[in-house]
């Protein structure tokens, strides 16, 4: 082994055996103004940012909460309103089927007085009506009756050249007219 190679092996072990980070006094004394600047620019950072943006955060957090709660009891309120609503458009559509049966119960019992009375003006145009004819029967009878007499009376006076009393001749004709209506009956002026 020569020496060469002794001086470079003592020297690659003493490299391996030095530290990394060597912290002697000059360095600590040169880092001492670093921490104190660290320090202040901490207490700085603390004081001017961090407790601004901590008391900002606390907040906003604190206004969100408010805001939830509230947006809670409106959705609360909403749900109760909802509730209500619909319950109302239950009873109005209750209602609305009630006033449409009593308005079709009224209009049926309407429409079935308005029948009731037409059939009763009618029954009564048919009263009025059989009654006028009945009168008109009458009528004709009784002008019937009087054609036939005249008729009559100026037949028999042709046939037997004298003049008959109208008198005597109408109770005459009204007596078989009667025996003939009682024999024939009401067929005969059909």
């Known amino acids: ?16 055996s030095l530290p990394l980070f060597n ?7 040169l880092m001492i103004p670093n921490i104190i600047s660290f ?25 969100i909460s408010i805001e939830m709660r509230e947006t ?4 609360a309120i909403a749900d109760e309103l909802k509730i209500s609503y619909e319950q109302q458009i239950k009873d109005i559509a209750a209602e609305r089927n009630t006033i449409l049966d009593k ?3 009224e209009a049926t019992a309407h429409s079935n007085q308005i029948i009731e009375n037409a059939k009763a003006e009618v029954q009564i145009l048919r009263n009025n009506a059989r009654h006028n004819i009945t009168i ?4 004709v009878k009784e002008e019937l009756q009087q054609t036939i007499i ?7 006076e042709k046939v037997a050249n004298k003049q008959f009393c109208r008198e005597s001749h109408e109770e005459l004709f009204k007596k078989l007219f009667a025996e ?10 059909r």
């Not at 209506?181 to 002026?189: K, P, V």
């Open 136 to 139: 008109e029967i009458e009528n």
């Open 103 to 105: 308005a079709r119960n």
């Open 72 to 75: 809670a009891e409106i959705n």
């Open 150 to 156: 005249d008729v009559s009376i100026h037949m028999a």
């Open 39 to 63: 320090v202040i620019l901490a207490f700085i950072l603390t004081q001017f940012l961090y407790k601004p943006i901590r008391d900002y955060m606390k907040k906003r957090i604190d206004h």
């Open 23 to 29: 912290l002697d006094s000059q360095t600590f004394l």
């Open 180 to 189: 003939t209506m009682d024999e024939y009956g009401d067929s005969m002026l």
């Open 1 to 16: 082994m020569n020496l060469q190679s002794f001086v470079f092996i003592g020297n690659a072990s003493m490299e391996a």
